[in-house]
C-alpha cells in the first residue's frame, strides 16, 4: 500500500501562517481541501498521513521548524509521495492554479504533472502549469514532493470557489486522480453525485434489461398468435359455396357441384380445406373438369 502524505500549507497561527482574501485564510483552506484528499486516497487503497489534521493545527513555531518539520515526518514515515496544499495570493488579478517540482525531470515533475492535468478540468480554475520552485517542504522531502497552488485566494472569483466546499472537493478530487494516475491505480470516486449517477446507470441498466425480457416475451406472444393463425387456418373447412369461401374458388367448385363431382356429406356439407380448394382450381384451369 503507498504511503502518500498530505501536508497542508502553513500554520494555524504563530509562525508560517499563510495568504488571505475575502476573509478566507489560506491555512484554513489548505486543511479543508486536504480533509477531503485523505478519504478519497483511502478509498483507493493508499495509506495517509497529514502534517495537520484540523484547522488549529500548527507543526512548530518558528517558519523554518515549521517547514522542517513537514519534511522530517514525511522522512521519518517513509512516505511514497509527499503533497502539499496552498492557495496563491498575488495582486488580484492573478487566477488560475499551478503546481510546483523541484525538477520537471524526475518522479516529482511525473507527479506534478500528472495532478496539474486533472486540475483546470476538475475545477475549472485557469491552467498556469507545472512550474519548478526550491521551495524547502520540497528540497528537504526525501521522496518524490510536488507543491499544489489550488487557486488565488485574493481573486475574487478564486476565491469564491475556495469558499465553496465543493469547489475544495474538486481540488481533492482532481489531486487524487493525479495520485491513482502516478501509482497506475483505477481511480475509484465515491462522492454524492457519482454516487447518484452510479445508482441512476444501474437502475437504467435494470429498467433495459426489464424491457429487454418484456419485448422477448412480446415476440414469443406475436409468434404463438402467428402460429395458432395458422393452425387455425389450416383447420378451417369451407362446407359450401357461400361469402365464406375464397371468390376465386367459388366458379370451380359451384361447377364441380352442378356438375355433380362434389356431394358433400349426408347434409351436404363439403367439407374442403384450403389446399383442396387450390387443387380443384388448378385442375379446373388446366381443364381437367370441362367447360
Ligand atoms: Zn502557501
Redesign the pocket.
Known amino acids: 500500500m503507498a504511503k502518500v502524505f498530505i501536508d497542508p500549507?502553513?500554520n494555524y497561527s504563530g509562525a508560517d501562517t499563510?495568504?488571505a482574501g475575502f476573509g478566507l485564510k489560506?491555512?484554513d483552506i489548505?486543511v479543508l481541501v486536504a480533509q477531503r484528499l485523505k478519504p478519497m486516497l483511502e478509498k483507493n487503497g493508499f495509506s495517509v498521513r497529514m502534517s495537520r489534521e484540523k484547522i488549529t493545527d500548527v507543526v512548530a513555531g518558528g517558519l523554518s521548524a515549521s517547514l522542517s518539520g513537514r519534511a522530517q515526518a514525511a522522512n521519518d514515515w517513509g512516505a511514497d509521495i509527499f503533497i502539499?496544499i496552498?492557495?496563491?495570493?498575488a495582486n488580484t488579478k492573478a487566477y488560475g492554479c499551478e503546481t510546483y517540482c523541484v525538477s520537471t525531470g524526475g518522479n516529482a515533475g511525473k507527479l506534478a504533472r500528472l495532478v496539474q492535468n486533472h486540475m483546470p478540468d476538475e475545477t475549472g480554475r485557469y491552467d498556469r502549469g507545472v512550474k519548478t520552485a526550491n521551495f524547502a517542504v520540497l528540497t528537504r522531502t526525501s521522496m518524490p514532493a510536488i507543491?499544489v497552488?489550488t487557486a488565488f485566494i485574493d481573486n475574487y472569483d478564486d476565491n469564491k470557489f475556495l469558499a465553496s466546499s465543493s469547489g475544495r472537493e474538486k481540488c481533492a478530487a482532481a489531486i487524487c486522480k493525479g495520485v491513482c494516475e502516478y501509482f497506475g491505480v483505477e481511480y475509484n470516486s465515491e462522492s454524492e453525485e457519482e454516487l447518484m449517477s452510479k445508482e441512476y446507470d444501474e437502475l437504467k441498466a435494470k429498467n433495459d434489461s426489464q424491457d429487454k425480457i418484456i419485448n422477448e416475451i412480446g415476440v414469443d406472444i406475436q409468434s404463438n398468435k402467428n402460429d395458432i393463425d395458422g393452425i387455425k387456418n389450416s383447420l378451417k373447412r369451407y362446407d359450401y359455396v357461400d361469402e365464406n369461401m375464397p371468390a376465386w374458388a367459388v366458379p370451380t367448385i359451384t361447377k364441380l357441384v352442378t356438375k355433380g363431382f362434389l356431394k358433400g356429406d349426408e347434409n351436404g356439407k363439403l367439407n374442403l380445406t384450403e389446399d383442396q380448394l387450390r387443387l380443384y382450381t388448378v385442375n379446373d384451369r388446366a381443364g381437367l373438369y370441362g367447360e
Open positions: 500549507g502553513h499563510g495568504a489560506e491555512q489548505s502539499s496552498h492557495c496563491n495570493a507543491l497552488e
